[in-house]
């Protein structure tokens, strides 16, 4: 039996819009299993600048009720590497606007593919502009 794919993703989801699906569904074309990692309320405010407009608890269940195949989690809220280290995936998938240190992962993580998924019509569905 051949060995199983997997795949990680990191976002916020707030409010799963098409930009999501379409990015979850990149994330499918690149392995079997799919692992998704949903940023923590303390997070999201850190790096965004603001909380989100819905809860992380809300966000999991969003992104967990329409992806039931998935692996869906959150994160941590200080050590950002450690689902990586704990789920070993082989790729992971970033969102073509995600700030992510792809040197630092590609140094720390050398047996990681790192990929930068294409974006869909994010001069219209991107959660800044939806979010208004």
Do not use: W
């Amino acid at each position: 039996m051949k060995n199983k794919i997997k795949v990680m993703g990191f976002g916020t989801f707030d409010g799963l819009h098409p930009g999501h699906r379409f990015f979850l569904g990149e994330l499918k074309k690149l392995g079997d299993e799919v692992i998704v990692i949903v940023a923590r309320d303390v997070n999201v405010e850190r790096f965004k600048g603001r909380p989100p407009a819905h809860n992380e608890n809300d966000r999991l269940l969003a992104v967990q009720n329409e992806y039931l195949g998935y692996k869906v989690m959150l994160g941590e809220t200080k050590n950002f590497y450690k689902c990586i280290r704990d789920h070993k995936p082989h790729v992971i998938g970033l969102g073509y606007d995600q700030k992510a240190d792809t040197d630092y992962l590609n140094r720390e993580f050398p047996e990681i593919k790192i990929t930068r998924l294409p974006a869909h019509a994010p001069d219209k569905y991107k959660s800044s502009l939806l979010r208004g």
